[in-house]
């Protein structure tokens, strides 16, 4: 089957960091791009960056630069977001993707969702 | 960085009826658009890519259309199934940025 595993939800402290996984399954993990995407409580879609499970190169939307990493571990068909210096407005439910294309034909879309994480950072 | 901008914010239709969407860039996406479907509690689904293509598995009264600035999403006749939020999403040039638009909910009249 298909699917993306998400990690489970957490409750964290402002300035603290967290880190969710992404299992994947199913399918070639190293053939397709992996997204981050989030959704604070009633908002919109908010892309964060993605990860090339072969290689493992990210490349972080700007307005995360130096406070997100991807990293993946490919024994374990698993890609890892950790967002660090969380505020009360990193609050929301975190989503990994995967990437529509395959082989070095990214598509910059995604087909394929994980369930979702709720991190909720409050004091 | 590029704008989407979808309208209407709300659209209010029965089923069986016809809904249009419009996703509006800031600047020209030439055709790397997408469209999802986003049910309450549940992850987004990919519609359509690439302006016009749809996803596997998406029925084919979904259809999309547009290039440069302009984009619809159309639903030819509405299936309880539809009403949702809908999100357009963009991928700009290298380094590739992706963006969503704000939204249009699809809800029953």
């Known amino acids: 089957q298909v699917r993306l595993v998400q990690s489970e939800a957490e409750l964290k402290k402002p300035g603290a960091s967290v880190k969710v996984s992404c299992k994947a399954s199913?399918?070639?993990?190293?053939?397709?791009?992996m997204h981050w995407v989030r959704q604070a409580p009633g908002q919109g879609l908010e892309w964060m960056g993605w990860?090339?499970?072969?290689?493992?190169?990210?490349n972080y939307a700007q307005k995360f630069q130096g406070r997100v990493t991807m990293t993946r571990d490919t024994s374990i068909s698993t890609v890892y977001m950790d967002l660090s210096g969380l505020r009360s407005d990193d609050t929301a439910v975190y989503y990994c993707?995967?990437?529509?294309?395959?082989?070095?034909?990214?598509?910059?879309?995604?087909?394929?969702w994980g369930q979702g994480t709720l991190v909720t950072v409050s004091s | 960085e590029i704008v989407l901008t979808q309208s209407p914010a709300t659209l209010s239709l029965s089923p069986g009826e016809r809904a249009t969407l419009s996703c509006r860039a800031s600047?020209?996406?030439?055709?790397?658009l997408a469209w999802y479907q986003q049910k309450p509690g549940q992850a987004p689904r990919l519609v359509i890519y690439?302006?016009?293509n749809r996803a596997t598995g998406i029925p084919a009264r979904f259809s999309g259309s547009g290039s440069g600035t302009d984009f619809t999403l159309t639903i030819s006749s509405l299936e309880p199934e539809d009403f949702a939020l809908y999100y357009c999403?963009?991928?700009?040039?290298?380094?590739?940025?992706?963006?969503f638009g704000g939204g249009t909910k699809v809800e029953i009249k």
């Open positions: 993707a995967r990437d529509l294309g395959y082989g070095g034909y990214e598509r910059y879309c995604f087909d394929l």
């Open positions: 199913g399918y070639t993990f190293t053939g397709h791009y």
């Open positions: 990860i090339n499970p072969n290689s493992g190169g990210p």
């Open positions: 600047q020209s996406v030439s055709s790397y």
């Open positions: 690439d302006a016009s």
């Open positions: 999403q963009q991928r700009s040039n290298w380094p590739p940025t992706l963006t």
